[in-house]
Protein backbone atom coordinates (compact mmCIF):
# COMPACT_ATOMS: atom_id res chain seq x y z
CA UNK A 1 0.00 0.00 0.00
CA UNK A 2 0.87 3.42 -0.79
CA UNK A 3 2.58 5.34 1.89
CA UNK A 4 0.77 8.68 0.99
CA UNK A 5 -3.13 8.34 0.44
CA UNK A 6 -5.38 10.75 -1.50
CA UNK A 7 -8.51 11.11 -2.23
CA UNK A 8 -8.21 8.87 -5.42
CA UNK A 9 -7.60 6.31 -3.25
CA UNK A 10 -10.96 6.08 -1.17
CA UNK A 11 -13.29 3.95 -2.96
CA UNK A 12 -16.88 5.75 -4.02
CA UNK A 13 -19.18 2.73 -3.15
CA UNK A 14 -20.89 3.96 0.24
CA UNK A 15 -21.94 1.12 2.49
CA UNK A 16 -24.12 3.71 5.02
CA UNK A 17 -26.99 4.79 3.26
CA UNK A 18 -28.23 8.26 3.53
CA UNK A 19 -30.29 9.25 6.51
CA UNK A 20 -29.20 6.99 9.18
CA UNK A 21 -30.96 7.57 12.87
CA UNK A 22 -27.15 8.80 14.35
CA UNK A 23 -27.38 12.64 15.29
CA UNK A 24 -26.15 14.60 12.27
CA UNK A 25 -22.89 15.75 12.52
CA UNK A 26 -21.75 12.69 14.37
CA UNK A 27 -17.96 11.75 14.17
CA UNK A 28 -18.83 8.47 14.60
CA UNK A 29 -20.92 7.67 11.24
CA UNK A 30 -18.13 9.36 9.70
CA UNK A 31 -15.24 7.38 11.11
CA UNK A 32 -17.60 4.22 10.04
CA UNK A 33 -18.05 5.17 6.83
CA UNK A 34 -14.36 5.77 6.08
CA UNK A 35 -13.40 2.61 8.00
CA UNK A 36 -15.99 0.23 6.06
CA UNK A 37 -14.55 1.83 2.66
CA UNK A 38 -11.16 0.42 3.89
CA UNK A 39 -12.08 -3.05 4.95
CA UNK A 40 -14.51 -3.20 1.94
CA UNK A 41 -11.15 -2.09 -0.65
CA UNK A 42 -10.10 -4.65 -2.60
CA UNK A 43 -12.95 -7.23 -2.64
CA UNK A 44 -13.37 -9.40 0.71
CA UNK A 45 -16.60 -9.58 2.95
CA UNK A 46 -16.97 -8.43 6.36
CA UNK A 47 -19.16 -9.07 9.15
CA UNK A 48 -19.32 -6.23 11.92
CA UNK A 49 -21.05 -7.10 15.47
CA UNK A 50 -22.12 -3.95 17.13
CA UNK A 51 -23.48 -3.61 20.97
CA UNK A 52 -25.89 -1.66 22.58
CA UNK A 53 -24.74 2.24 21.84
CA UNK A 54 -25.19 5.51 19.41
CA UNK A 55 -23.81 2.70 16.20
CA UNK A 56 -26.99 0.60 16.88
CA UNK A 57 -29.02 3.42 16.40
CA UNK A 58 -27.23 4.52 13.43
CA UNK A 59 -28.33 1.04 12.11
CA UNK A 60 -32.09 1.69 12.55
CA UNK A 61 -34.12 -0.54 13.87
CA UNK A 62 -35.00 -4.25 12.34
CA UNK A 63 -36.96 -4.83 9.85
CA UNK A 64 -34.84 -2.06 8.36
CA UNK A 65 -31.24 -1.00 8.48
CA UNK A 66 -29.08 2.26 6.90
CA UNK A 67 -26.28 -0.53 6.15
CA UNK A 68 -24.96 -2.46 3.11
CA UNK A 69 -23.21 -5.24 5.13
CA UNK A 70 -23.96 -8.11 7.47
CA UNK A 71 -24.27 -6.73 11.09
CA UNK A 72 -24.73 -8.66 14.18
CA UNK A 73 -26.24 -7.34 17.32
CA UNK A 74 -24.65 -8.33 20.50
CA UNK A 75 -25.00 -7.27 24.13
CA UNK A 76 -23.60 -4.55 25.93
CA UNK A 77 -20.31 -6.59 27.13
CA UNK A 78 -20.61 -9.30 24.63
CA UNK A 79 -18.32 -7.66 21.31
CA UNK A 80 -15.23 -9.32 21.57
CA UNK A 81 -17.15 -12.55 22.90
CA UNK A 82 -19.49 -12.43 19.71
CA UNK A 83 -16.80 -11.47 17.74
CA UNK A 84 -14.89 -14.60 18.87
CA UNK A 85 -18.19 -16.57 17.84
CA UNK A 86 -18.67 -15.16 14.56
CA UNK A 87 -14.56 -16.34 13.92
CA UNK A 88 -15.12 -19.91 15.09
CA UNK A 89 -18.29 -21.03 13.19
CA UNK A 90 -16.79 -19.37 10.14
CA UNK A 91 -13.45 -21.71 10.70
CA UNK A 92 -16.00 -24.28 10.80
CA UNK A 93 -17.39 -23.52 7.80
CA UNK A 94 -14.05 -22.88 6.54
CA UNK A 95 -15.13 -19.08 5.42
CA UNK A 96 -11.69 -17.88 6.96
CA UNK A 97 -11.74 -15.19 4.62
CA UNK A 98 -14.45 -13.08 5.99
CA UNK A 99 -13.06 -10.57 8.28
CA UNK A 100 -14.57 -9.98 11.92
CA UNK A 101 -15.37 -6.43 13.40
CA UNK A 102 -16.50 -5.78 17.06
CA UNK A 103 -17.55 -2.11 16.94
CA UNK A 104 -18.15 -0.75 20.24
CA UNK A 105 -18.50 2.61 22.11
CA UNK A 106 -16.17 3.54 25.14
CA UNK A 107 -18.79 1.99 27.51
CA UNK A 108 -19.02 -1.22 26.28
CA UNK A 109 -15.42 -1.26 25.47
CA UNK A 110 -13.23 0.43 28.53
CA UNK A 111 -16.07 -0.36 30.76
CA UNK A 112 -18.41 -3.27 30.66
CA UNK A 113 -17.00 -4.93 27.43
CA UNK A 114 -13.10 -4.81 28.41
CA UNK A 115 -12.90 -8.42 30.15
CA UNK A 116 -14.11 -10.08 26.91
CA UNK A 117 -11.81 -7.91 24.93
CA UNK A 118 -9.16 -9.02 26.94
CA UNK A 119 -9.42 -12.62 26.46
CA UNK A 120 -9.98 -12.43 23.08
CA UNK A 121 -7.09 -10.53 22.90
CA UNK A 122 -4.39 -12.64 24.58
CA UNK A 123 -6.34 -16.04 22.98
CA UNK A 124 -5.36 -14.47 19.64
CA UNK A 125 -8.51 -14.39 18.08
CA UNK A 126 -8.15 -12.96 14.51
CA UNK A 127 -10.42 -9.79 14.58
CA UNK A 128 -10.48 -6.16 14.47
CA UNK A 129 -11.81 -4.40 17.24
CA UNK A 130 -12.62 -1.01 16.57
CA UNK A 131 -13.53 1.62 19.69
CA UNK A 132 -15.36 5.00 19.13
CA UNK A 133 -14.53 7.04 21.66
CA UNK A 134 -17.47 9.90 22.51
CA UNK A 135 -16.34 10.03 25.80
CA UNK A 136 -19.74 9.12 27.81
CA UNK A 137 -22.28 6.37 27.70
CA UNK A 138 -24.15 8.98 25.04
CA UNK A 139 -27.22 6.52 23.48
CA UNK A 140 -28.41 6.49 26.90
CA UNK A 141 -28.36 10.21 27.88
CA UNK A 142 -25.16 11.18 28.32
CA UNK A 143 -23.22 9.41 31.48
CA UNK A 144 -19.89 8.83 32.57
CA UNK A 145 -17.65 6.68 31.24
CA UNK A 146 -14.06 5.40 32.29
CA UNK A 147 -13.20 7.63 29.22
CA UNK A 148 -15.08 10.55 30.16
CA UNK A 149 -11.83 13.32 30.54
CA UNK A 150 -10.87 14.85 33.35
CA UNK A 151 -13.11 17.77 34.37
CA UNK A 152 -15.79 16.81 32.28
CA UNK A 153 -19.60 17.56 32.22
CA UNK A 154 -21.58 14.30 32.10
CA UNK A 155 -25.41 13.60 34.00
CA UNK A 156 -23.76 11.57 36.58
CA UNK A 157 -20.92 13.99 37.02
CA UNK A 158 -22.70 17.34 37.18
CA UNK A 159 -19.69 19.38 38.25
CA UNK A 160 -17.36 17.46 35.93
CA UNK A 161 -15.31 14.34 36.55
CA UNK A 162 -13.03 14.27 39.09
CA UNK A 163 -10.72 11.24 37.75
CA UNK A 164 -7.98 10.54 34.53
CA UNK A 165 -9.32 9.13 31.49
CA UNK A 166 -8.42 5.22 31.33
CA UNK A 167 -5.84 4.80 28.20
CA UNK A 168 -7.18 1.82 26.60
CA UNK A 169 -4.95 1.81 23.93
CA UNK A 170 -2.29 1.17 26.58
CA UNK A 171 -3.96 -1.48 28.13
CA UNK A 172 -4.58 -3.48 24.47
CA UNK A 173 -0.92 -2.46 23.63
CA UNK A 174 0.17 -4.87 26.94
CA UNK A 175 -1.62 -7.80 25.58
CA UNK A 176 1.02 -7.61 22.70
CA UNK A 177 -1.05 -7.73 19.79
CA UNK A 178 0.48 -6.71 16.57
CA UNK A 179 -1.60 -3.61 15.75
CA UNK A 180 -2.78 -0.69 17.97
CA UNK A 181 -3.83 2.19 16.59
CA UNK A 182 -5.62 5.43 17.55
CA UNK A 183 -7.51 7.59 14.42
CA UNK A 184 -9.23 10.84 14.37
CA UNK A 185 -12.24 11.35 11.84
CA UNK A 186 -11.19 14.75 11.28
CA UNK A 187 -8.11 13.13 9.10
CA UNK A 188 -9.89 10.39 7.12
CA UNK A 189 -6.77 9.34 4.71
CA UNK A 190 -4.94 8.39 7.88
CA UNK A 191 -7.84 6.62 9.04
CA UNK A 192 -8.31 4.92 5.95
CA UNK A 193 -5.08 3.97 5.59
CA UNK A 194 -4.91 2.48 9.75
CA UNK A 195 -7.88 0.43 8.65
CA UNK A 196 -6.54 -0.95 5.29
CA UNK A 197 -3.47 -1.90 7.60
CA UNK A 198 -5.54 -3.61 10.27
CA UNK A 199 -6.84 -5.74 7.75
CA UNK A 200 -4.22 -6.91 6.18
CA UNK A 201 -2.66 -7.62 9.29
CA UNK A 202 -4.37 -11.15 10.07
CA UNK A 203 -3.73 -13.80 12.90
CA UNK A 204 -4.37 -12.17 15.89
CA UNK A 205 -6.64 -9.66 17.64
CA UNK A 206 -6.01 -5.42 16.43
CA UNK A 207 -7.43 -2.84 17.98
CA UNK A 208 -8.14 0.79 16.89
CA UNK A 209 -9.28 3.54 18.75
CA UNK A 210 -11.25 6.36 17.36
CA UNK A 211 -11.88 9.63 19.14
CA UNK A 212 -15.63 10.73 18.32
CA UNK A 213 -16.49 14.40 18.56
CA UNK A 214 -20.54 14.01 19.65
CA UNK A 215 -22.01 17.34 19.40
CA UNK A 216 -24.89 17.15 21.94
CA UNK A 217 -23.12 15.03 24.07
CA UNK A 218 -19.67 17.73 24.52
CA UNK A 219 -22.07 20.35 23.52
CA UNK A 220 -20.79 22.24 20.37
CA UNK A 221 -22.67 22.69 17.10
CA UNK A 222 -23.17 20.38 14.26
CA UNK A 223 -21.53 22.58 11.46
CA UNK A 224 -17.84 22.44 14.47
CA UNK A 225 -17.51 18.57 14.00
CA UNK A 226 -14.42 18.53 12.09
CA UNK A 227 -12.85 21.88 13.75
CA UNK A 228 -13.57 20.04 17.33
CA UNK A 229 -11.61 16.72 15.73
CA UNK A 230 -9.01 18.33 14.32
CA UNK A 231 -8.43 20.62 17.32
CA UNK A 232 -8.18 17.25 19.91
CA UNK A 233 -4.98 16.29 17.72
CA UNK A 234 -3.77 19.95 17.13
CA UNK A 235 -3.81 20.91 21.10
CA UNK A 236 -2.55 17.43 21.69
CA UNK A 237 -5.41 15.96 23.70
CA UNK A 238 -5.77 12.75 21.69
CA UNK A 239 -2.30 11.53 19.87
CA UNK A 240 -2.80 10.23 16.25
CA UNK A 241 -0.06 6.79 16.42
CA UNK A 242 0.51 3.30 15.53
CA UNK A 243 1.97 0.38 17.73
CA UNK A 244 3.24 -2.43 15.04
CA UNK A 245 4.47 -5.48 16.87
CA UNK A 246 5.54 -3.44 19.58
CA UNK A 247 6.67 -0.55 17.71
CA UNK A 248 5.19 3.11 18.85
CA UNK A 249 5.30 5.74 16.02
CA UNK A 250 3.58 8.62 15.73
CA UNK A 251 1.57 9.44 12.45
CA UNK A 252 -0.48 12.37 10.91
CA UNK A 253 -0.52 15.35 12.23
CA UNK A 254 0.96 14.36 15.73
CA UNK A 255 4.10 13.58 14.22
CA UNK A 256 4.62 16.69 12.39
CA UNK A 257 4.06 18.23 15.68
CA UNK A 258 6.88 15.75 17.58
CA UNK A 259 9.22 16.98 14.92
CA UNK A 260 8.65 20.84 15.12
CA UNK A 261 7.39 20.98 11.43
CA UNK A 262 3.86 22.14 13.21
CA UNK A 263 2.81 23.92 16.31
CA UNK A 264 1.20 22.55 18.86
CA UNK A 265 -2.31 24.91 19.52
CA UNK A 266 -2.94 25.52 23.39
CA UNK A 267 -5.20 23.00 24.81
CA UNK A 268 -7.61 25.71 25.71
CA UNK A 269 -8.62 26.10 22.53
CA UNK A 270 -10.24 22.54 22.37
CA UNK A 271 -12.04 23.50 26.15
CA UNK A 272 -13.29 26.57 25.43
CA UNK A 273 -14.92 25.42 22.44
CA UNK A 274 -17.04 22.73 24.28
CA UNK A 275 -19.91 23.33 26.81
CA UNK A 276 -19.19 19.64 28.61
CA UNK A 277 -15.96 21.59 30.15
CA UNK A 278 -17.91 25.00 31.83
CA UNK A 279 -16.55 24.08 34.88
CA UNK A 280 -12.80 24.00 34.61
CA UNK A 281 -10.86 26.83 36.15
CA UNK A 282 -7.61 28.14 34.64
CA UNK A 283 -5.51 25.74 36.83
CA UNK A 284 -7.26 22.81 35.46
CA UNK A 285 -6.31 23.93 32.10
CA UNK A 286 -3.56 24.38 33.16
CA UNK A 287 -2.69 20.95 34.72
CA UNK A 288 -3.97 19.04 31.68
CA UNK A 289 -1.59 21.66 29.29
CA UNK A 290 1.30 20.59 31.68
CA UNK A 291 0.30 17.10 30.75
CA UNK A 292 0.37 17.65 27.44
CA UNK A 293 3.78 19.32 27.39
CA UNK A 294 5.27 16.32 29.00
CA UNK A 295 3.42 13.59 26.94
CA UNK A 296 5.30 15.65 23.56
CA UNK A 297 8.50 16.08 25.47
CA UNK A 298 8.54 12.42 25.90
CA UNK A 299 7.92 11.79 22.45
CA UNK A 300 10.32 14.26 20.74
CA UNK A 301 12.93 13.07 23.05
CA UNK A 302 12.15 9.23 21.15
CA UNK A 303 12.42 10.75 18.35
CA UNK A 304 15.67 13.16 18.38
C1 LIG B 1 -25.92 -4.90 30.70
C2 LIG B 1 -26.45 -3.60 30.17
N1 LIG B 1 -26.38 -2.51 30.97
C3 LIG B 1 -26.86 -1.33 30.52
C4 LIG B 1 -27.41 -1.23 29.27
C5 LIG B 1 -27.98 0.09 28.81
N2 LIG B 1 -27.12 0.74 27.83
C6 LIG B 1 -27.33 0.58 26.51
S1 LIG B 1 -26.27 1.48 25.58
C7 LIG B 1 -25.52 2.08 26.97
C8 LIG B 1 -24.41 3.08 26.86
C9 LIG B 1 -23.44 2.81 25.77
O1 LIG B 1 -22.32 3.66 25.92
P1 LIG B 1 -21.11 3.53 24.92
O2 LIG B 1 -20.65 2.14 24.86
O3 LIG B 1 -20.12 4.55 25.31
O4 LIG B 1 -21.76 3.87 23.50
P2 LIG B 1 -22.48 5.26 23.06
O5 LIG B 1 -23.90 5.16 23.46
O6 LIG B 1 -21.78 6.37 23.73
O7 LIG B 1 -22.34 5.28 21.58
C10 LIG B 1 -26.10 1.58 28.12
C11 LIG B 1 -25.69 1.95 29.50
C12 LIG B 1 -27.46 -2.39 28.47
N3 LIG B 1 -27.96 -2.35 27.23
N4 LIG B 1 -26.98 -3.55 28.94
S1 LIG C 1 -25.48 11.24 20.72
FE1 LIG C 1 -23.45 11.78 19.91
S2 LIG C 1 -22.45 9.83 19.37
FE2 LIG C 1 -24.65 9.43 19.62
S3 LIG C 1 -25.50 9.60 17.54
FE3 LIG C 1 -25.70 11.62 18.51
S4 LIG C 1 -23.82 12.74 17.92
FE4 LIG C 1 -23.46 10.56 17.52
MG1 LIG D 1 -19.75 6.37 24.40
Known sequence: MAEKITIKDIPDEEYIYPGTRACSGCALSLAYRHALKALHSDGGEIIVTVPASCCTVLHGMYPVTSVKFPMLNC???????????????????????????????????????IQALSGAAERETDFIYVCYDNEAYQNTGMQRSSQTPFK?????????????????????????????????????????????????????TRYIHI????PPGWGFDTKDLIKIGKLATETGIFTLYEIINGDFQLTGV?????????????????????????????????LIQKNIDEKYKEYSNKIM
Open 254 to 286: SKLIAEGRKKRLPVKEYIKAQRRFRFLTEKDIE
Open 211 to 214: ISPC
Open 75 to 113: AFETTAATASGIKAALKAQGKEDIIVVGWAGDGGTADIG
Open 152 to 204: GFTTTTPIGKMEQKKNVPAIMAAHGIPYVATANPSYPFDLFKKFKKAKEMKGA
